[in-house]
């Protein structure tokens, strides 16, 4: 099994000392210092003005320094035949040892001040399937792009295959399974995460507008800002601020999006800035999810998932296609788990109890409302409760035509939800349970609720409202033969 | 709503179940600890009752809190001692099949968990302080999936740990490689 002599005895390696310049400047380490700062500051004031605003400039970049130079010079890290071993930590020290089996992922990335300096940035991920945390995950900062490379290949192909040498392994045939078609990011508007992103920026920026000093504020004349010309200009402003914004957005996460097959992994690179490499194991996909937010039905767009077990930061990682046209996702889904045939929607009792669901909400405020008119007068409230009745109706139809199930040779698929719609199709083998409910109200419609427990993803996908008599064919179907439990008579 | 059909009346009592039960119930001991633990939760809310009824002025418009909120104490004392412990008994159940985990729990809300051996990664066995007063035990059963856990409350301590060294040692023979 061994290797030549140099295999037996990992290499202890450093990180390149261009890291050191990166840390400095982006107050890696330094960071930690902000909490016992900021006390100091507000103690002593920024009464100083300009001179103050300098000196603690210079003063943060060199701690910074010198925190980023002393981390450099403590970290090293060693990929050996069976575990890859980071050694850190300024005054104790800590050896963290990760077994190569237990590897589930390598991540490459490359943010744009690593970029300016040739640099990479490794994410070693060995997730435990029950207990999620970042603890799990193995970064190693700063190396040059070569030498990330090779530790990927290096730590990947050790798992595979014991006996070869690094560099040495040939490189298998590539796959394309998805490019990013950029006229894609028009989508971007609909989609409630990609809406998100510059609201969040543009929060941050109004912070930062309240902590910097008197001074170097811009100037408002409050007078100008109430009249309503000004008024149309913000709002109409801040609209397409959020579309150019949000298009700006996902391109930055997703410029260049690419989905290739290498061998037995699946890898998939992206971004504009910060380029990253994600290295999925194909053997360990169980199930896609297929998601349509209300916004992107109206221009059938969707965006896949791959379910992945042990894979930690799964939302982000898992993305196979993280924006394109429904026929494009279900290309890609259909490649990875065969697709079960056409759902098998749930009966009108499910269609009355999502109708009655979605309107309790309404009934309770038109209820609340009628008192309030008849004791106080309070009408509006009274109309607040009826609007929300009418709205109720529509959207408990529109929950019921989401929910569906499917059975096929080796795979079923699940599907509910209004707001985002996730249609999830998984491979027989994946579940390890079934959780079966049934409320009471459910008991006297003749419906269950039956979650496929899987080890990747969310940890369950639910059938909801299916007929109480389907579930016992369907858990069997969708799952292996120990699920003929709940309809095998009892000894 | 289903127009003049009439339903049999076995489906509007006992509406059928959608999987079977599981086999065996749980020790009678689990009775008096879930009444145990209803009067533990009365007292506590017995408490923060007395303390609405006392600090309510009688003149505010909220004055009908005053015996509003100890009804409701006492209402739900009267469940959670006299009603619940007897109903859950009578819904809860257990069943270790040849090849998975079978349980049954809840009482408005039912649920019915199996997992199969062959996917079990942990297999716990806890005791909690009222447990112990009454010598009863939890096993858990942990897989891959954060959701795919399922505990079987209550059972007589030394049943519990039976069955989880059983468990844990098929589970080791039949172990899957697929999580």
Redo the contacts between chains.
């Keep these: 099994m061994n290797g030549p002599i140099e295999q037996n005895e990992p290499i202890a390696r450093r990180t390149s000392p261009r890291i050191v310049l990166v840390h400095t400047v982006t107050f890696r380490q330094a960071r930690q210092f902000v909490p016992a700062v900021i006390p100091i500051v507000a103690a002593t004031g920024l009464g100083g003005g300009m001179t103050t605003v300098v000196a603690l400039v210079v003063g943060v970049t060199l701690l910074s320094l010198l925190t980023a130079g002393l981390s450099w010079w403590r970290f090293t890290y060693a990929d050996g035949p069976n575990s890859v071993v980071v050694t850190r930590g300024l005054l104790s020290r800590s050896v963290r040892t990760v077994p190569n089996d237990r590897i589930r992922g390598v991540e490459v990335e490359t943010p744009v001040l690593h970029r300016v300096f040739g640099l990479v940035r490794v994410r070693i991920d060995a997730a435990t ?2 207990v ?1 945390g970042k603890d799990e995950e193995v970064v190693v900062d700063g190396m040059s792009a070569a030498e990330g490379d090779r530790l990927r290949t290096a730590v990947l192909t050790h798992r595979h295959v014991p006996a070869p040498d690094d560099g040495a392994a040939p490189v298998p045939a590539e796959e394309e399974f998805g490019r990013f078609d950029n006229r894609w990011l028009l989508y971007a508007p609909l989609v409630g995460s990609y809406l998100a992103l510059p609201a969040a920026a543009v929060g941050a920026l109004f912070r930062l507008a309240q902590e910097l000093p008197e001074n170097l504020r811009p100037d408002f004349d409050e007078a100008a800002l109430a009249s309503v010309s000004a008024l149309v200009i913000v709002v109409g402003g801040t609209l397409a601020l959020l579309l150019v914004g949000s298009v700006v957005g996902a391109a930055i996460v997703n410029w260049g999006f690419r989905l290739v097959r290498r061998g037995g992994s699946l890898i998939a690179v992206r971004g504009l800035l910060t380029r990253r490499h994600t290295e999925l194991e194909i053997d360990r996909i169980r199930g896609t999810t297929i998601a349509e937010g209300a916004g992107m039905r109206l221009v059938r767009a969707a965006r896949v998932n791959a379910l992945v ?2 894979l930690g930061d799964a939302t982000r990682r898992g993305q196979l296609l993280p924006l394109g046209p429904r026929q494009e996702a279900w290309t890609l889904a259909r490649r990875l788990v065969d697709d079960p045939g056409p759902l098998v929607s749930h009966p009108p009792a499910a269609r ?1 109890r999502r109708i009655v669901r979605a309107t309790v909400g309404g009934l309770v405020v038109t209820a609340a409302g009628l008192v309030a008119t008849a004791a106080a007068g309070w009408w509006w409230l009274l109309v607040v409760g009826l609007v929300l009745l009418a709205l109720g109706v529509p959207l408990g139809l529109g929950r019921y035509a989401a929910l569906g199930h499917a059975t096929g040779p080796g795979s079923f698929s699940v599907r509910s939800g209004w707001l985002v719609r996730e249609q999830a199709l998984l491979q027989r ?2 579940v ?9 109200f459910q ?2 419609n ?1 419906l ?1 609720t ?2 496929a ?4 993803g ?3 996908y639910a059938a909801i409202d299916m007929a ?2 389907d ?2 064919d369907f ?1 069997v179907a969708a799952s ?4 003929s ?7 | ?1 289903g127009g003049n059909v009439r339903h049999p009346p076995r ?1 509007m009592t006992t ?9 065996w119930s749980l020790s009678r001991s689990a009775i008096g600890l879930w009444v145990t633990e209803g009067a533990i939760a009365s007292v506590f809310l017995g408490i923060g009752a007395a303390a609405v009824a006392l600090f309510v002025p009688s003149s505010a418009s909220v004055a009908f809190l005053r015996w509003a909120v100890p009804a409701a104490a006492v209402l739900y004392a009267v469940v959670t001692i006299g009603v619940r412990p007897w109903f859950r008994f009578r819904v809860h159940r257990w ?1 270790i ?1 040849a ?2 985990v ?1 349980t049954l729990t809840g009482w ?12 079990i ?2 297999v716990d066995v806890t005791r909690g302080v009222l447990q112990q007063l009454f010598g009863l035990s939890t096993v858990a059963v ?7 856990t ?1 505990r079987v409350w209550h059972l007589e301590a030394d049943v519990a740990q039976r069955v989880a060294d059983d468990l844990a040692h098929r589970a080791e023979q039949v172990r899957d490689i ?2």
Excluded: H, K
Aim: glycine content about 10%; aromatic content about 6%.
């Design positions: 399937g029950a999620p077990t042990g009355r083998r994946a390890v349970g079934w959780q079966v409910r049934q409320s009471f008991r006297r003749g269950a039956a979650l427990c899987v080890g990747a969310r940890g369950g109480a008599a579930v016992a858990t292996e033969l120990w699920a439990t709940f309809s095998r008579p009892a000894p | 709503m489906q509406a059928p179940s959608p999987v079977r039960e599981p086999a069943e099949t090849d998975a079978y408005l809300t039912r649920t019915w968990t199996l997992v199969p051996i062959s996917r990664q942990t942990l897989t891959a999936s954060s959701q795919g399922v697929a999580t």
